[in-house]
């Protein structure tokens, strides 16, 4: 007669609820989650009411393309260049508008570049604008 035992035990752990254990936990954090809104400086962009028209003459338009050319009214020019030409036209007429138009992938330090050499001249009346998009190729 064998009266030893034998117990075959299992050590089982049922895992058929931890997937909606799981979900729960993830919709608990969700809904107990607080999110900040950022606080930064209050700022208040300007909003043009209407444009203004100006006569051409008070304009001197800057052209910079992709590639980094620089165009001021129709002539290609250096960095270089650009006080001696900004600062005759300065002296001819004091209330001169700087307008730059440059392509929408133009390097900011070309851009960069030319504000310092208007700065040499004290050009300080400057307009921005990008919606001149040129195309791969196209010269002013």
Same mark, same amino acid.
């Given at each position: 007669?064998?009266? %030893?035992?034998? $117990?075959?035990?299992?050590?089982?752990?049922?895992?058929?609820?931890? %997937?909606?254990?799981?979900?729960? =936990? =993830?919709?608990?954090?969700?809904?107990? $989650?607080?999110?900040?809104?950022?606080?930064?400086?209050?700022?208040?962009?300007?909003?043009?009411?209407? %444009?203004?028209?100006?006569?051409?003459?008070?304009?001197?338009?800057?052209?910079?393309?992709?590639?980094?050319?620089?165009?001021?009214?129709?002539?290609?020019?250096?960095? @270089?260049?650009?006080?001696?030409?900004? %600062?005759? @036209?300065?002296?001819?007429?004091?209330? =001169?508008?700087?307008?730059?138009? $440059?392509? $929408?992938?133009?390097?900011?330090?070309?851009?960069?570049?030319?504000?310092?050499?208007? @700065?040499?001249?004290?050009?300080?009346?400057?307009?921005?604008?990008?919606?001149?998009?040129?195309?791969?190729?196209?010269?002013?």
């Amino acid at each position: 007669m064998d009266l %030893g035992r034998t $117990t075959n035990k299992s050590t089982f752990i049922p895992t058929s609820s931890m %997937g909606d254990i799981a979900f729960l =936990l =993830l919709i608990f954090f969700m809904v107990t $989650t607080i999110f900040r809104e950022e606080t930064g400086l209050p700022v208040e962009l300007p909003r043009a009411e209407a %444009g203004e028209e100006v006569n051409r003459e008070l304009v001197s338009n800057i052209y910079i393309n992709r590639v980094g050319q620089i165009s001021i009214d129709d002539r290609l020019v250096q960095t @270089k260049h650009i006080p001696d030409i900004i %600062g005759t @036209k300065i002296s001819d007429n004091p209330q =001169l508008i700087v307008a730059f138009k $440059t392509d $929408t992938y133009t390097d900011y330090g070309v851009v960069s570049d030319v504000m310092e050499e208007l @700065k040499e001249v004290n050009a300080v009346r400057v307009f921005f604008n990008n919606d001149i998009e040129s195309m791969p190729g196209q010269k002013f």
